[in-house]
């Protein structure tokens, strides 16, 4: 017989499971990344601890382009501790329609699904804090809104535990 402390704990996990992004396929508008990455955009966010506490509040200016079938993003953050960052994504539709990105701070791959409005990214992230370096989970989840602004909202998490969430707005500029 195995212990009621598993079934319970499957059980937990299975109810922890977010949606597929398949649920998001009818919803308007559709979120091309190459249409609304490609010129400039904006973006401002924060991070919480799982407490809510925001630990850190950001800016970013995103360069997008398109070369050779690929989407490149070059993000320049600044922090609301006068720290600042740069990010450059390389990023790739695949034939059948989910998406792969790298990254300098980006373990391995980062793997996309995109269906109707929303773009569901998990990856793993190479984070320092202080001074040591973490390797955590994202799950990154993108709804566009309308053609400029989208929504982004982000899990962090290490060894299945939530660290904290970011919240992130995006603006197209014209």
Request: charged share 25%.
């Amino acid at each position: 017989m195995k212990p009621k402390w598993m079934l319970s704990a499957c059980a937990l996990l299975l109810g922890c499971a977010g949606p597929d992004v398949q649920h998001y396929r009818n919803e308007q508008p559709v979120f091309d990344p190459v249409r609304y990455f490609s010129g400039k955009t904006e973006g401002w966010g924060m991070f919480q601890k799982r407490s809510g506490e925001v630990v850190k509040r950001f800016h970013v200016q995103i360069a997008g382009r398109s070369e050779q079938g690929r989407l490149i993003l070059d993000e320049h953050f600044v922090y609301s501790d006068g720290s600042t960052q740069q990010r450059v994504w390389t990023l790739s539709r695949q034939p059948d329609g989910s998406w792969r990105g790298t990254a300098g701070d980006v373990v391995g791959e980062a793997v996309g699904q995109l269906a109707g409005n929303a773009l569901h990214w998990r990856y793993t992230l190479r984070l320092p804090v202080d001074d040591n370096v973490y390797d955590v989970q994202m799950d990154d989840w993108m709804y566009l809104q309308d053609d400029t602004t989208l929504i982004n909202r982000t899990s962090m998490s290490k060894l299945g535990f939530e660290l904290g969430q970011v919240t992130l707005f995006f603006r197209k500029l014209q």
